[in-house]
Every structure is written in C-alpha cells, then in structure tokens.
C-alpha cells in the first residue's frame, strides 16, 4: 500500500475512533441537564474522561517504538472504543458513567500515540504537514459528530446516542484487519530503562520544561471552550440539541481544514511563530466574550478562538517530536498525556468559574492562551 493511501486510511481511522468521543461534547451536557448536574460537575465528567484517555498515551507510544508490528495495536483500539461506549451506555449513575466514559476513551487515546508515532517515524522532514493530514479525521469527527448528535437527541435519548456513537468504530475496526498488513513495521527491541530516563530527563529541566507547561496550558485554553460552550449557548441564549450542534460544529470546521496547511507552514517557517500566534488570536477573542457583546459577535469569538487553537494543534505536537529527535511513538504518547491529561484540568477550572459567572469562565480561557503565546515565545524549538 502507497504512503498516501497508507495515510488516507490512517485519517479515516482518526475519524471513527475520535467519532465516539466527540460526540460527547453534546451528549454530555445533555446528560448534565438529565441528571440536574452543576456546570463544576458537567467539567468534572468532561475532565474525568480525559484523565483516564490520559493513563493510555503513554504505555501505547511506548509499545509502538519496541513492537514491530503497530497495525495489530491499531486494530485492538477499534475494539476498545466500540466496546467501551455501549457499555457506558448502559451505565446507571454519574460515577459509573464517569468510569466506563474514561475507560472506552482509554483505546481512543492509544490510537493517537501509535499512529502519529508511526507517522512521524516515517516522514522526519515534514511531520507537522502528515499530523496535520492526519487530524483531518479527527477534527471531522469533532465538527460531524457533534451535529449527527445534536440531530439525534432531538429523537433519542443520550444513551441510545452514544451507543450509536460506537459505530463507526465497529466498521473502520473490521477494515484495519486489511489494512494492518500494510503498517510499517520496525525491529522489536527490548525497553530500557537508561533510555526511558535519557528520554523522561529532556523534559524535566530547561526549555523541555517550558515545551511541557506550554502544552498543558494551550489545551487548557482549547478544553475551557470546547467544554463549556455547548453549556453556556444552552443555558444563556436558549439554543436547543440542533442548533447547539450546528453553532459548535461551525466553530470547528475552520480550524479542522487549516491543520494541513498550518502544519506545512510550521514545517517551513518554525514552530514558535505560529505557536504563539495561534494562541494569541485565541486569547484576545476570548477577551472578546468577556464582555457578553451581541450573540452574532459571541458567535463569530468562539469561532476564532477555537479555530486559532484547533489549527495550530499539528505544529504543538510536531514541536514536541523535534524537542527529542527520536522514539517518536513514546514522545507522542508523552505529549497526548500533557494534552488530555493535565490539559484536560482546564474543563474542570472552566466549570468551576463558570459557577461564578460567564464572564469569570472565557477570562480564564483567555489567561490560559495568553500564558502557553508567552511560553511558546521563550522556547527553543528545535528542527
């Protein structure tokens, strides 16, 4: 199979896995208002989810760089993911929900480390443009997802929509078992320590240090809005399952089709411009709502400030690989760990705000980009 159909399959594959879980933007604010949860609780469920995703990037970067056959591992997260979601369907409670919610997200978090690992590996002289080509699957499932749910809510129930959620993950599972053949494969080698510590020691001090708070702090700022957003145009402006999913699926769009071409431009230009830039436009538009303007200017804010963020994903992790030069699968996994798990905090910090008021929570989300552009100005990022 050919690299770029290699890579076609790869986004396609991003896109069934991601599927499940972004519909979770809608499904669980519905279930907030089900079950009569506070906003600090609907971040608490967003946050619990990705913490346990978070416990899975790791291990499964670790293995794509010492098992030579990555297609079989990628086939497993399929399952996973389709297992994991009906079960959580059926789950009878908030915390048992939150629990299978975060265990399913556990093989939507081992694709990401495994896939991108074995892209990276493959294409050293332009890995933010193949991220980026790769996030287009995800970021379709962050814009489709959304709106399929938002429609289907209007008919069903949230557990019979997210158990619906699980499909796309049961038919791309069935084609990996072709398409597995195909993965490059690398020399099975034994793990070792000294080379965990080397790795693990290049981000404990220096700039490795600063990379690792500007990556936490960036989806700080990402989760703050994708997380409360669907709340706050529910709660404040009154928009029902549709047109929440419509107006969040819109804000994504922009961002999802600029990854490639972001990417590249980081690939030739450097990371820090576009990182810092990225993160700049996101925190002024979320200074912007801040000040309640007129919903057609609330609207037009989010849009640029998810966007902004969402685009400049490819170039943040593409950053991160460049930082270590090597063991791409485990550097991926070690960055997707920042992202969803300590990143994944700024849910539950922008539910906790919101508690106060709207005001209090898009100011937090402004404080958190406007933190990772001053990081991302002080980095070194290496090429």
């Keep these: 199979m050919k690299h770029r159909s ?3 399959w790869f986004a396609l594959g991003h896109f069934a896995n991601d599927w499940a879980v ?9 279930v907030g208002i089900a079950m009569e949860l506070s906003p600090a609780q609907v971040g608490l469920l967003f946050t619990i989810c990705n913490l346990g995703g ?8 670790i293995l794509t760089d010492h098992v030579s056959n990555s297609g079989r591992l990628l086939v497993a997260t399929f ?16 915390w048992s929900l939150a629990l299978l919610l975060a265990i399913a997200g556990m093989g939507d978090a081992a694709w990401h480390p495994i896939a991108t690992g074995v892209l990276t590996r493959d294409s050293k002289d332009r890995r933010a443009h193949v991220l980026g080509i790769h996030a287009i699957g995800g970021s379709l499932a962050e814009v489709l997802s959304p709106l399929a749910v938002g429609f289907l809510l209007a008919y069903v129930d949230w557990r019979e929509s997210l158990a619906l959620s699980a499909v796309p993950a049961i038919l791309m599972g069935i084609c990996f078992f072709w398409v597995a053949r195909s ?12 080379d965990m510590l080397a790795l693990l020691n290049m981000w404990r001090r220096g700039n490795g240090l600063r990379m690792v708070v500007m990556i936490c702090l960036y989806n ?34 922009v961002g999802a089709l600029a990854q490639p071409w972001i990417g590249r431009i980081s690939d030739i230009a450097g990371r820090r411009p576009v990182v810092v830039l990225g993160n700049v436009v996101a925190a002024l538009a979320s200074a912007v709502l801040i000040f309640q303007p007129p919903l057609w200017v609330i609207l037009a804010a989010m849009l640029l400030a998810v966007a902004a963020l969402d685009a400049i994903r490819a170039a943040v992790l593409a950053g991160a690989v460049d930082h270590t030069g090597h063991s791409e699968g485990t550097t991926m996994g070690l960055a997707f760990m920042l992202l969803d798990g300590i990143g994944a905090l700024g849910a539950l910090f922008a539910g906790i705000a919101a508690g106060f008021s709207w005001p209090h929570m898009f100011g937090l989300a402004a404080a958190f980009a406007l933190a990772a552009a001053g990081l991302g100005f002080v980095t070194v990022f290496r090429r």
């Excluded at 972004?22 to 519905?30: H, N, R």
């Excluded at 959580?88 to 409670?93: E, R, T």
């Design 183 to 194: 993965v490059p494969r690398v020399e099975r080698k034994a793990v070792s320590k000294e």
């Design 220 to 253: 700080m700022a990402l989760m703050a809005l994708l997380s409360m957003i669907p709340l706050y145009l529910a709660e404040q402006h009154g928009f029902g399952p549709e047109a929440a999913g419509i107006a969040f699926s819109t804000m994504l769009i």
């Design 6 to 8: 290699l890579l076609t």
């Design 22 to 30: 972004c519909s979770l933007w809608l499904i669980v604010p519905t």
């Design 54 to 61: 978070a416990l899975a990037y790791l291990p499964a970067g």
């Design 79 to 94: 399952w996973w993911v389709a297992v994991g979601y009906l079960l959580a369907a059926m789950a009878p409670d908030f």
